[in-house]
């Protein structure tokens, strides 16, 4: 079983690349699922049922989110028409969306979790780990992947120690900047961070000269995405069929 992570989609461009290469990827990696984090893909922050539905129709089994799901307020009121959406189980509003995704694929059940660090990351309302083990109380799955968004590598990697043996694979998302720390840890796949589908040319997908003159030059400026041309950042986790465990995961980074 291969399953393709790709990273955080930032903005409609970014939307677009992957909608592009989604199936030369597919098809290349011989990806039997695949997992998409999209909160970043409505004009850098938060998604819009139109994006989501973008992203499915390119091939995603299911569309993780972050801090900024709700950074487009529609959302709110169009998630229940986002079946394959989940958001972070620990943020606020807990009445809007699912925190777990469970789709059969071949003869294996796959289950997919969101959830937010807890490290410089104010929106999160309690530890992930705390709300992991609740929320595997109650998970009857084969093969279990976590997408944790956490801005801090030290907490992603203890929570992959942690969970190694009962989870498949713990993908770190949210920096935006692929790490070279891929590994297989007792069974479990993990990356500290998958990185970022958007524009190449920016600053974690934001126009560099909108963040140098609002960051140095102290001007007050709005946010805009980059533009460009993206780079697609993403692994693959390969999960033996008789074990149900992670054997392989492989840094995928395409550059424009
Ligand atoms: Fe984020």
């Keep these: 079983m291969n399953i393709l992570f790709l990273g955080d989609v930032v903005s409609e461009s970014g939307c677009e690349s992957v909608s592009r290469k989604i199936h030369e990827i597919r098809s290349g990696y011989h990806v039997d699922f695949t997992i998409i984090n999209a909160e970043n893909a409505a004009h850098g922050k938060g998604v819009t049922a139109k994006l989501y539905n973008q992203l499915i129709d390119a091939g995603a089994d299911v569309i993780t989110l972050g801090n900024h799901a709700f950074a487009k307020r529609e959302i709110l009121y169009s998630f229940q028409d986002c079946p394959c959406m989940i958001r972070p189980a620990n943020m606020e509003p807990f009445d ?50 976590v997408d944790l968004h956490a801005e801090a590598t030290s907490e992603k990697i203890m929570f992959a ?96």
């Design 96 to 145: 809007v969306g699912q925190s777990v995704f469970i789709k059969e694929c071949g003869t294996k059940k796959i289950a997919v979790i969101n959830l937010l660090g807890q490290i410089f990351m104010s929106r999160a309302t309690d530890d992930p780990v705390h709300v992991c083990e609740e929320l595997l109380k109650d998970i009857d799955a084969d093969i279990i992947i």
């Design 161 to 256: 120690h942690y969970f190694a043996d009962a989870l498949t694979a713990v993908i770190g998302t949210h920096t935006h900047v692929q790490t070279a720390d891929e590994r297989i840890i007792n069974g479990c796949a993990f990356i500290s961070d998958v990185g970022m589908c958007g524009p190449y040319d920016s600053i974690l997908g934001r126009d560099i000269e909108e963040v140098i003159d609002r960051s140095i030059n102290r001007i007050n400026t709005t946010y805009l995405p980059a533009n460009g041309p993206s780079v697609i950042c993403g692994c693959l986790i390969t999960v033996d069929d008789e074990t149900n465990r992670a054997v392989e995961i492989e840094r995928i980074q395409i550059r424009p």
